[in-house]
Nanobody, 127 residues
């Protein structure tokens, strides 16, 4: 079993930045692709960003492209999400997700592709 713990959320003014972290622990073996999703009140889970096991491939939702950056440090079993130029529409609970993979360059953007999830961290952007 893999446990994921997110941190770094908080309250920020529009135009501000935050850096989210997600640390994985437990039975980590093999290669893991990682992703970030978010859920705003009254809305469904939304894909935000994904990164391959190698870290060399990334994918972003159009709504965050150019503002958010996903990265990872495999030695620390940690994935990051840098959030810049935040606006109130970014307010949501942000979730980290992980899945094993045999493909070092693949990224995954579908919620059901990830079996492991963190509990989320709240990001609130005030106008």
């Amino acid at each position: 079993q893999v446990q994921l713990v997110e941190s770094g959320g908080g309250l920020v003014q529009a135009g501000g930045s935050l850096r989210l972290s997600c640390e994985a622990s437990g039975r980590i073996s093999g290669n893991y692709a990682m992703g970030w999703f978010r859920q705003a009140p009254g809305r469904e889970h939304e894909f935000v960003a994904a990164i391959s096991w190698s870290g060399g491939n990334t994918r972003y939702a159009d709504s965050v492209k150019g503002r958010f950056t996903i990265s990872r440090e495999n030695a620390k079993n940690t994935v990051y999400l840098q959030l810049n130029s935040l606006n109130p529409e970014d307010t949501a609970v942000y979730y980290c997700a992980a899945r094993s993979t045999n493909f070092r360059t693949w990224t995954y953007s579908i919620r059901n592709e990830y079996p492991y999830w963190g509990r989320g961290t709240q990001v609130t952007v005030s106008s």
